[in-house]
């Protein structure tokens, strides 16, 4: 009698098969945020270009303290309704680190910097402030991943494309799985190719799929 090959069972959840071959299932539920209103994005509206581009590392304006404010409500909406942030990743620019503590910083999540996530560096609007001084400003923000001059004064299509893509591999080799991420629209666009308006949030959920990570199953 010939004897019957019993298949192997994936673990739920977990792993997966396309087109007969296994892959390990990775899911992380983001919140993407781009920053509240900063000075330069005013000197922007009021069509003042040099003066935009020339404000290095801005603060947010009052509006964008406001902006901030009602975010602030929404998201304490989402996480009264069940939705459990277990991170808040955070670009090392000074309105980014404004937006995500005023918005997250009352519900004891932990903060960390990313320097991957910051906006296309070109222009001193867009750059940033050196670790030393800023990790003083922001003591509860880990910044032990972000180098001492963490932008590109060099900035081009290409790098930013390549920091898209080492910021996907880097999120993917996290172990939360729920996350926010507060960044620029010059980023968000090239991860997302979205268009995010200040202070706007986005939930959307990522699925990445491994096949070498699935290997001897």
């Not at 581009?53 to 406001?66: A, K, N, V, Y």
């Not at 918005?103 to 960390?112: D, R």
């Not at 996907?168 to 729920?178: A, N």
């Not at 190719?193 to 200040?198: A, G, H, L, V, Y």
Request: positive net charge.
């Amino acid at each position: 009698m010939d004897k019957i090959k019993s298949k192997k069972k994936l673990p739920s959840g977990t792993y997966c098969k396309v087109n007969g071959q296994t892959y390990k299932k990775i899911e992380k539920q983001l919140l993407f945020v781009r920053h509240a209103e900063g000075y330069h994005n005013s000197l922007f509206e009021e069509k003042k270009i040099h003066e935009a581009i020339s404000i290095r590392d801005p603060d947010l304006t009052p509006l964008g303290e406001c902006q901030v404010a009602d975010l602030k409500k929404e998201v304490d909406a989402l996480i009264k309704s069940g939705v459990q942030i277990e991170k808040v990743v955070v670009s090392p620019m000074t309105r980014t680190l404004q937006t995500a503590w005023g918005t997250f910083g009352e519900h004891n999540i932990p903060f960390q910097a990313n320097h991957l996530i910051t906006e296309y560096s070109d222009a001193p609007c867009n750059y940033g402030t050196i670790k030393s001084k800023i990790e003083k400003d922001w003591p509860q923000v880990d910044f032990s991943v972000v180098p001492e001059i963490w932008w590109n004064e060099e900035e081009s299509d290409v790098t930013i494309t390549l920091r898209a893509k080492r910021f996907r591999e880097w999120l993917f080799r996290q172990p939360e799985t729920c996350m926010a991420i507060v960044s620029h629209a010059g980023f968000l666009h090239e991860l997302l190719q979205e268009q995010f308006k200040n202070c706007e949030l986005k939930r959307i959920n990522w699925i990445h799929r491994s096949r070498r990570q699935a290997k001897g199953l």
